[in-house]
């Protein structure tokens, strides 16, 4: 049977803190006595047992005792024992024990062979006993059983908090540290330094790029014009010698230009095809977004001298073969928009085969996929499909594979699932640890968000990849909280409640449609998407009353203003112009036309009956005579007789059933239906309807003129009579519920007409500043609404003018904000696409400028073009910029995270997500997410209980929780999300009950957007609540190790590299390297540092009373921790320094503080206690005073708290050798150690900076024996 019991790590080195039995061979040590009343006798000490906590009184000269109440086998604290420490020592090794005290983090095994309680963390299962040596094996099976006959419970209170708070701390890695590092090229002194400070994240920065070794035949003609800069010129020497190299599945290898918005990606690639022209390659073909950008194409080349080179916009050519006589494109720029990149003819001829053919298979010039983010979507979200745009990209890419390939953009590698069309960057294929796009996909998303910053430093140092981004440092952010005014609040409940009851006669009108499922129909999907657009337009015309007071403000400071949108509204007002005719009343309400149109089209509407025909009787029967039979009102089936009354035929009405043939003629069966008499049967009368025959004189009353044409018994007449009522009452319901549903209709229009709702907000704001002759609009929209002359009215105009062409007025407006001649832009996203608005010196107009964002979009790509317009180079002033968001939603916290990004040296870059406006940055939609508003739900639908107080409520009154659980039940069911609600009786009247489908449980974005049609108390209140229940979320995981913080920084008051780096393996390719560095981390505060830093905090008067030294109130293993405190970045929220690992990463609130504290006011006591934990944890674990870590086979496993830290990085290239490093760390036993994580850390000494993934010690070996294996395969 193999031996049960563990130790504190793999490498088999003892564990703080064990609680030991004592051993089988020596005496065992006499039972304490319980203490009486009289105290302590014959020179013996009272201690408190640490398991029962009854007082014990020790007799003299033992330290270690048996509690006689619990068995607990324990020692004394080393303050009560007796004799020298050498002494002490020398007795615990004579008798094998070595007390360490219980680890409340780990389970307690008896060792089989020596009987020692060993401290075993969880899922280790080997392992040396560090007593006796003995090998170790867990029995899984059995630990229940030996825990339970082996030991008593442990008492909560002896947790050691300490400690574990420490090691959570440890675990989640470090602070984030600064963001930005200026950039220089480290290897290239060509060119002038750029004309604007420039910035790289510090992941990249650690990493250099292989050597240059091209040599440009247009350096000359560089250095005399200054046309391109240092950093433009380092991008064009490496992507030409990228462009040398081949990957091995033939291709030619890609280059990556992630350089920021407004560093001058144009001017790089002007310079790139003049390299390339200079090298007899007179074809290249330049993809971009927007057709005005071919302007700024042209003005790039003729800036580097190319003025010789033609540029030839795809869209005004013909589609047949650009180098016939007809067209003559020989050579030059074709430049192509994405959009008629993907477009084809009405005969099937496609722009891609075109420029196919032009360039022809052995092509090896450029071919630049500018703002290469549009094709982004080639490898879709599950469920989705993948875009043209991106296919096309693909496709070309395998047609010329020979092609010198360059993909530009600012956020190009913002997610990995976006670089599926970035395959000339050899990243997975042959001779890659990635067989193909979606292994690399999953190992990036299993490595968590440090993963795509590892990708971006391989890049760089395999030389193609550059991305800095212009530094924010002279650029001000400011989030200015728009408060709803009276009349928006009023306008937007009144919305509100409006939506709700539209809702309700919706459903109600869709009951009257029998063919129509109300709840799943095309009728509800319109509902919803028109709902959101309708309040995010209220949102956005709720701020521009501050817009417009922002902008009158930055005119009278002398700075010009640039507002930026989403949308522009015009397809509201185009309905509304062609609806109401050219002159208007007053502005179009975007909200209003938008909520006409949805009712006007879709209000479901009984179908309309059809007029009946005024028919009498007669004409009734003599219609029944002339067909077939037929199914009357009631339902019965009558038989029509036919007109020929002496027919040999067969009749017509016969009965179905009567199937005998008949024999004799129907003459011989003529008799009187009354008086069942043949006689006189030529004057017989037969019935038109019933077919039945009878005498005239047999009638009662008898007829006795002669009857001509059709003739009707007496009961067919009142059947025919009593139908055509029937008939008519129906068509007067049909007639009657259609005319009800119109008025219903007509009277929602009515109150739709009579709402006070915004107007759009685009022809408001350029109303309020002036009109059109002082704002210049910068948008994709072809006509807008202008005040008439007089002031009254407005008039639909187109925008562009005799003297300048539609496609030009973008182009002309621009020119007239940078001549100074207007001094308002506004752009929307449509328009702005590539646009520069900076403060150019180049330009008149050098006013800073203010950028006021009215509508931010959501995407943080998006976003990072939107600022990147007024911030660019060559700049007179960075721009300030006004993030506006209202008091609704999350879009105030949504803004502060935004600020806080910028603010960090806000460059917005896409390489380290700590860095630039990533407005991800706090994602609702995450996996933290789904599962907050699954609990939020679950809490409302009183199926669970919720783990925060919801706002507004007090858990000292139950009756307010439920209050709220009722609004919110009733505001969920108003926008659909509580489905099939009923009201509750008896007891539970008013109460509602429903239910939430499961597809609604987790969908994070419909939440938000329902939200934005409730009022704003009850959604700001729903919201605050999802928000706590997300934070408390977030905050568990980031203590519990599980939460991805991307790179963290690891700092110590002293950082040493240990010995020399070790070279784990090389790239052919471009002779990068992967290296492992290994070193030795000081994190402890000493005394001078804590008091100095107390009275820099006492300097100011403001300072908390509450700032100072505390001690913590209970003991562990006689001792007790100091740290010290003060007031931090919020009020209530407390700093907290400890002598063995300096600053925590978790501010601590007050009253925690106070519960597990309390204050020292003898300086000497807090000197002393500060000095002596300071001095212990450099050898030992501060949580237990007894145990020292020495370090196994070369690689430390240092213990929680310990003060000196031995630490492993793996730097360099890291994507050859990421399969390797993910099985070693798959083997780890704690959980924390089995992530990648990615860790930046500098030498104090030298200041040597590496950013890698961090291995832990007990994965070094494995991790090198697995490199070497990699190693030999690749020698």
């Given at each position: 049977?193999?031996?049960?019991?563990?130790?504190?790590?793999?490498?088999?080195?003892?564990?703080?803190?064990?609680?030991?039995?004592?051993?089988?061979?020596?005496?065992?040590?006499?039972?304490?006595?319980?203490?009486?009343?009289?105290?302590?006798?014959?020179?013996?000490?009272?201690?408190?047992?640490?398991?029962?906590?009854?007082?014990?009184?020790?007799?003299?000269?033992?330290?270690?005792?048996?509690?006689?109440?619990?068995?607990?086998?324990?020692?004394?604290?080393?303050?009560?024992?007796?004799?020298?420490?050498?002494?002490?020592?020398?007795?615990?090794?004579?008798?094998?024990?070595?007390?360490?005290?219980?680890?409340?983090?780990?389970?307690?095994?008896?060792?089989?062979?020596?009987?020692?309680?060993?401290?075993?963390?969880?899922?280790?299962?080997?392992?040396?006993?560090?007593?006796?040596?003995?090998?170790?094996?867990?029995?899984?099976?059995?630990?229940?059983?030996?825990?339970?006959?082996?030991?008593?419970?442990?008492?909560?209170?002896?947790?050691?908090?300490?400690?574990?708070?420490?090691?959570?701390?440890?675990?989640?890695?470090?602070?984030?540290?600064?963001?930005?590092?200026?950039?220089?090229?480290?290897?290239?002194?060509?060119?002038?330094?750029?004309?604007?400070?420039?910035?790289?994240?510090?992941?990249?920065?650690?990493?250099?790029?292989?050597?240059?070794?091209?040599?440009?035949?247009?350096?000359?003609?560089?250095?005399?014009?200054?046309?391109?800069?240092?950093?433009?010129?380092?991008?064009?020497?490496?992507?030409?010698?990228?462009?040398?190299?081949?990957?091995?599945?033939?291709?030619?290898?890609?280059?990556?230009?992630?350089?920021?918005?407004?560093?001058?990606?144009?001017?790089?690639?002007?310079?790139?095809?003049?390299?390339?022209?200079?090298?007899?390659?007179?074809?290249?073909?330049?993809?971009?977004?927007?057709?005005?950008?071919?302007?700024?194409?042209?003005?790039?080349?003729?800036?580097?001298?190319?003025?010789?080179?033609?540029?030839?916009?795809?869209?005004?050519?013909?589609?047949?073969?650009?180098?016939?006589?007809?067209?003559?494109?020989?050579?030059?720029?074709?430049?192509?928009?994405?959009?008629?990149?993907?477009?084809?003819?009405?005969?099937?001829?496609?722009?891609?085969?075109?420029?196919?053919?032009?360039?022809?298979?052995?092509?090896?010039?450029?071919?630049?996929?500018?703002?290469?983010?549009?094709?982004?979507?080639?490898?879709?979200?599950?469920?989705?499909?993948?875009?043209?745009?991106?296919?096309?990209?693909?496709?070309?890419?395998?047609?010329?594979?020979?092609?010198?390939?360059?993909?530009?953009?600012?956020?190009?590698?913002?997610?990995?699932?976006?670089?599926?069309?970035?395959?000339?960057?050899?990243?997975?294929?042959?001779?890659?640890?990635?067989?193909?796009?979606?292994?690399?996909?999953?190992?990036?998303?299993?490595?968590?968000?440090?993963?795509?910053?590892?990708?971006?430093?391989?890049?760089?140092?395999?030389?193609?990849?550059?991305?800095?981004?212009?530094?924010?440092?002279?650029?001000?952010?400011?989030?200015?909280?728009?408060?709803?005014?009276?009349?928006?609040?009023?306008?937007?409940?009144?919305?509100?409640?409006?939506?709700?009851?539209?809702?309700?006669?919706?459903?109600?009108?869709?009951?009257?449609?029998?063919?129509?499922?109300?709840?799943?129909?095309?009728?509800?999907?319109?509902?919803?998407?028109?709902?959101?657009?309708?309040?995010?337009?209220?949102?956005?015309?709720?701020?521009?009353?501050?817009?417009?007071?922002?902008?009158?403000?930055?005119?009278?400071?002398?700075?010009?203003?640039?507002?930026?949108?989403?949308?522009?509204?015009?397809?509201?007002?185009?309905?509304?112009?062609?609806?109401?005719?050219?002159?208007?009343?007053?502005?179009?309400?975007?909200?209003?036309?938008?909520?006409?149109?949805?009712?006007?089209?879709?209000?479901?509407?009984?179908?309309?009956?059809?007029?009946?025909?005024?028919?009498?009787?007669?004409?009734?029967?003599?219609?029944?005579?002339?067909?077939?039979?037929?199914?009357?009102?009631?339902?019965?089936?009558?038989?029509?007789?036919?007109?020929?009354?002496?027919?040999?035929?067969?009749?017509?009405?016969?009965?179905?059933?009567?199937?005998?043939?008949?024999?004799?003629?129907?003459?011989?069966?003529?008799?009187?239906?009354?008086?069942?008499?043949?006689?006189?049967?030529?004057?017989?009368?037969?019935?038109?309807?019933?077919?039945?025959?009878?005498?005239?004189?047999?009638?009662?009353?008898?007829?006795?003129?002669?009857?001509?044409?059709?003739?009707?018994?007496?009961?067919?007449?009142?059947?025919?009579?009593?139908?055509?009522?029937?008939?008519?009452?129906?068509?007067?319901?049909?007639?009657?519920?259609?005319?009800?549903?119109?008025?219903?209709?007509?009277?929602?229009?009515?109150?739709?007409?009579?709402?006070?709702?915004?107007?759009?907000?685009?022809?408001?704001?350029?109303?309020?500043i002036g009109g059109p002759d002082k704002v210049a609009e910068i948008t994709g929209r072809r006509g807008m609404l202008v005040r008439a002359s007089g002031g009254k009215g407005v008039t639909y105009q187109s925008r562009n003018t005799k003297d300048v062409t539609m496609e030009m007025v973008n182009m002309h407006e621009k020119q007239l904000f940078m001549d100074g001649k207007k001094l308002v832009a506004i752009i929307s996203e449509a328009g702005s696409a590539g646009v520069s608005l900076q403060a150019d010196r180049r330009a008149l107009n050098q006013k800073r400028r203010v950028h006021i964002t009215l509508e931010l979009p959501w995407s943080a790509d998006r976003a990072i073009q939107q600022f990147g317009r007024t911030h660019r180079s060559n700049q007179a002033s960075a721009p300030e910029y006004r993030l506006l968001f209202t008091n609704l939603g999350g879009e105030c916290r949504f803004a502060s995270i935004v600020a806080k990004r910028l603010e960090s040296l806000g460059a917005l870059t896409q390489g380290d997500r700590r860095a630039g406006p990533s407005l991800s940055a706090y994602n609702y939609d995450s996996s933290y997410g789904k599962r907050a508003l699954m609990m939020l739900y679950r809490g409302l639908m009183e199926q669970d209980q919720w783990p925060v107080v919801p706002p507004g409520c007090s858990s000292e009154k139950p009756e307010t929780i439920e209050d709220f659980i009722e609004k919110g039940k009733a505001a969920l069911v108003s926008v659909g999300i509580i489905r099939d609600s009923v009201l509750g009786n008896g007891k539970d009247s008013g109460k509602i009950y429903g239910r939430i489908a499961d597809s609604d449980t987790s969908d994070v974005a419909?939440?938000?957007?329902?939200?934005?049609?409730?009022?704003?108390?009850?959604?700001?209140?729903?919201?605050?609540?999802?928000?706590?229940?997300?934070?408390?979320?977030?905050?568990?995981?980031?203590?519990?190790?599980?939460?991805?913080?991307?790179?963290?920084?690891?700092?110590?008051?002293?950082?040493?590299?240990?010995?020399?780096?070790?070279?784990?393996?090389?790239?052919?390719?471009?002779?990068?390297?992967?290296?492992?560095?290994?070193?030795?981390?000081?994190?402890?505060?000493?005394?001078?540092?804590?008091?100095?830093?107390?009275?820099?905090?006492?300097?100011?008067?403001?300072?908390?009373?509450?700032?100072?030294?505390?001690?913590?109130?209970?003991?562990?293993?006689?001792?007790?921790?100091?740290?010290?405190?003060?007031?931090?970045?919020?009020?209530?929220?407390?700093?907290?320094?400890?002598?063995?690992?300096?600053?925590?990463?978790?501010?601590?609130?007050?009253?925690?503080?106070?519960?597990?504290?309390?204050?020292?006011?003898?300086?000497?006591?807090?000197?002393?206690?500060?000095?002596?934990?300071?001095?212990?944890?450099?050898?030992?674990?501060?949580?237990?005073?007894?145990?020292?870590?020495?370090?196994?086979?070369?690689?430390?496993?240092?213990?929680?708290?310990?003060?000196?830290?031995?630490?492993?990085?793996?730097?360099?290239?890291?994507?050859?050798?990421?399969?390797?490093?993910?099985?070693?760390?798959?083997?780890?036993?704690?959980?924390?150690?089995?992530?990648?994580?990615?860790?930046?850390?500098?030498?104090?000494?030298?200041?040597?900076?590496?950013?890698?993934?961090?291995?832990?010690?007990?994965?070094?070996?494995?991790?090198?024996?697995?490199?070497?294996?990699?190693?030999?395969?690749?020698?």
């Amino acid at each position: 049977m193999e031996q049960n019991v563990e130790n504190n790590n793999q490498t088999g080195q003892p564990l703080p803190p064990p609680s030991i039995a004592p051993p089988l061979a020596p005496p065992l040590p006499p039972p304490a006595q319980i203490a009486s009343a009289e105290g302590v006798t014959g020179g013996g000490c009272q201690v408190r047992c640490a398991g029962c906590k009854v007082v014990l009184t020790v007799g003299p000269g033992w330290n270690e005792f048996l509690c006689p109440t619990c068995q607990l086998p324990q020692m004394l604290p080393p303050e009560l024992m007796r004799g020298n420490p050498a002494q002490v020592q020398a007795q615990r090794l004579q008798s094998n024990v070595l007390a360490h005290g219980v680890d409340p983090t780990k389970i307690q095994l008896p060792c089989v062979h020596c009987k020692a309680i060993l401290n075993v963390p969880h899922g280790l299962s080997r392992f040396n006993c560090p007593q006796c040596h003995i090998d170790l094996a867990v029995d899984l099976s059995k630990i229940r059983q030996v825990l339970t006959s082996s030991l008593p419970p442990l008492p909560p209170e002896e947790v050691n908090e300490v400690a574990i708070e420490v090691e959570r701390e440890e675990d989640e890695g470090g602070l984030a540290g600064e963001t930005f590092m200026d950039y220089r090229p480290s290897k290239l002194s060509i060119g002038p330094p750029h004309p604007d400070p420039i910035v790289e994240t510090s992941s990249l920065s650690a990493m250099q790029p292989p050597d240059p070794t091209y040599d440009l035949r247009i350096k000359d003609d560089l250095e005399k014009s200054k046309a391109l800069s240092c950093l433009q010129i380092e991008s064009l020497v490496y992507a030409c010698q990228r462009h040398l190299q081949h990957l091995q599945n033939g291709a030619r290898a890609g280059f990556f230009v992630g350089d920021g918005a407004g560093v001058g990606k144009g001017r790089t690639i002007a310079g790139l095809i003049w390299e390339n022209w200079h090298h007899g390659k007179r074809k290249a073909l330049w993809i971009s977004v927007g057709s005005d950008l071919k302007f700024d194409a042209r003005r790039d080349l003729d800036d580097v001298g190319a003025m010789c080179i033609e540029v030839h916009a795809l869209n005004k050519l013909p589609y047949s073969k650009l180098d016939s006589k007809s067209v003559g494109v020989s050579e030059g720029v074709v430049f192509v928009t994405y959009s008629s990149f993907i477009a084809s003819s009405e005969r099937g001829r496609s722009r891609l085969r075109q420029l196919v053919q032009w360039c022809g298979p052995e092509y090896d010039g450029l071919i630049i996929f500018d703002e290469c983010h549009k094709a982004k979507n080639l490898v879709p979200e599950a469920g989705g499909k993948p875009t043209r745009t991106g296919e096309a990209v693909l496709e070309i890419q395998g047609r010329l594979p020979q092609a010198r390939v360059v993909y530009c953009s600012a956020t190009g590698a913002s997610e990995p699932r976006n670089m599926g069309y970035m395959v000339r960057l050899g990243l997975w294929g042959a001779g890659t640890s990635f067989n193909n796009f979606n292994e690399f996909l999953g190992a990036m998303e299993k490595g968590g968000v440090g993963a795509l910053e590892l990708v971006a430093m391989d890049m760089k140092a395999r030389g193609m990849y550059v991305c800095r981004t212009l530094s924010y440092k002279g650029a001000e952010f400011e989030v200015v909280e728009v408060q709803l005014e009276a009349t928006m609040t009023d306008m937007y409940i009144k919305a509100a409640e409006f939506w709700a009851e539209l809702r309700v006669e919706l459903l109600s009108a869709s009951t009257f449609l029998s063919n129509e499922k109300p709840n799943s129909s095309l009728l509800w999907r319109l509902y919803w998407a028109n709902h959101q657009r309708f309040f995010r337009h209220m949102c956005v015309s709720a701020k521009v009353p501050a817009v417009v007071r922002l902008a009158k403000q930055a005119l009278l400071e002398n700075k010009c203003v640039v507002i930026g949108l989403q949308s522009t509204g015009e397809a509201r007002t185009e309905e509304a112009v062609s609806k109401y005719g050219l002159e208007l009343d007053d502005f179009i309400s975007g909200p209003r036309e938008l909520l006409l149109k949805f009712v006007e089209e879709n209000y479901p509407l009984p179908e309309k009956p059809e007029p009946l025909p005024e028919e009498s009787v007669k004409e009734l029967q003599r219609k029944r005579l002339s067909t077939t039979p037929d199914v009357s009102f009631t339902g019965r089936v009558f038989k029509v007789a036919k007109c020929e009354d002496e027919s040999e035929e067969e009749s017509e009405w016969q009965s179905e059933t009567d199937t005998e043939p008949e024999t004799e003629s129907e003459d011989e069966f003529q008799i009187c239906n009354i008086c069942k008499s043949e006689e006189e049967r030529k004057k017989l009368l037969q019935c038109s309807c019933c077919s039945q025959l009878v005498h005239p004189a047999c009638l009662v009353p008898p007829i006795e003129e002669v009857i001509s044409g059709d003739w009707s018994c007496h009961p067919c007449k009142e059947k025919t009579e009593e139908y055509l009522r029937a008939r008519r009452a129906y068509f007067e319901e049909l007639l009657k519920r259609y005319e009800g549903a119109v008025e219903r209709k007509s009277k929602i229009l009515e109150i739709i007409h009579s709402l006070d709702l915004p107007n759009n907000p685009l022809d408001d704001i350029i109303d309020q500043i002036g009109g059109p002759d002082k704002v210049a609009e910068i948008t994709g929209r072809r006509g807008m609404l202008v005040r008439a002359s007089g002031g009254k009215g407005v008039t639909y105009q187109s925008r562009n003018t005799k003297d300048v062409t539609m496609e030009m007025v973008n182009m002309h407006e621009k020119q007239l904000f940078m001549d100074g001649k207007k001094l308002v832009a506004i752009i929307s996203e449509a328009g702005s696409a590539g646009v520069s608005l900076q403060a150019d010196r180049r330009a008149l107009n050098q006013k800073r400028r203010v950028h006021i964002t009215l509508e931010l979009p959501w995407s943080a790509d998006r976003a990072i073009q939107q600022f990147g317009r007024t911030h660019r180079s060559n700049q007179a002033s960075a721009p300030e910029y006004r993030l506006l968001f209202t008091n609704l939603g999350g879009e105030c916290r949504f803004a502060s995270i935004v600020a806080k990004r910028l603010e960090s040296l806000g460059a917005l870059t896409q390489g380290d997500r700590r860095a630039g406006p990533s407005l991800s940055a706090y994602n609702y939609d995450s996996s933290y997410g789904k599962r907050a508003l699954m609990m939020l739900y679950r809490g409302l639908m009183e199926q669970d209980q919720w783990p925060v107080v919801p706002p507004g409520c007090s858990s000292e009154k139950p009756e307010t929780i439920e209050d709220f659980i009722e609004k919110g039940k009733a505001a969920l069911v108003s926008v659909g999300i509580i489905r099939d609600s009923v009201l509750g009786n008896g007891k539970d009247s008013g109460k509602i009950y429903g239910r939430i489908a499961d597809s609604d449980t987790s969908d994070v974005a419909r939440f938000l957007n329902r939200l934005l049609g409730l009022p704003p108390d009850i959604q700001n209140r729903l919201f605050e609540l999802f928000v706590r229940i997300l934070d408390l979320l977030i905050r568990n995981a980031r203590s519990e190790g599980h939460l991805d913080s991307g790179i963290v920084d690891l700092k110590a008051n002293t950082v040493e590299l240990q010995g020399s780096p070790k070279t784990v393996h090389v790239d052919n390719m471009s002779g990068a390297s992967t290296v492992l560095f290994t070193y030795t981390l000081d994190r402890g505060m000493s005394w001078e540092s804590a008091s100095a830093l107390l009275e820099e905090k006492q300097k100011d008067a403001s300072g908390s009373t509450n700032n100072g030294f505390y001690e913590s109130r209970r003991e562990w293993m006689g001792r007790r921790h100091f740290v010290l405190a003060f007031e931090g970045s919020a009020s209530g929220m407390y700093k907290i320094y400890r002598p063995t690992n300096g600053e925590s990463l978790r501010e601590m609130p007050l009253a925690e503080l106070k519960d597990k504290y309390r204050k020292v006011s003898s300086s000497e006591k807090a000197h002393s206690g500060w000095e002596e934990e300071y001095d212990i944890s450099s050898k030992q674990n501060f949580a237990c005073s007894a145990c020292t870590a020495p370090t196994v086979s070369g690689a430390a496993s240092v213990p929680v708290g310990r003060r000196l830290q031995e630490v492993n990085v793996l730097g360099g290239l890291i994507l050859p050798v990421w399969g390797a490093i993910e099985k070693a760390l798959s083997k780890q036993a704690r959980q924390s150690h089995r992530r990648i994580r990615v860790v930046c850390i500098e030498t104090t000494t030298d200041n040597q900076r590496i950013v890698g993934l961090l291995i832990p010690n007990a994965a070094v070996e494995s991790v090198l024996r697995d490199l070497a294996w990699v190693q030999d395969v690749d020698d």
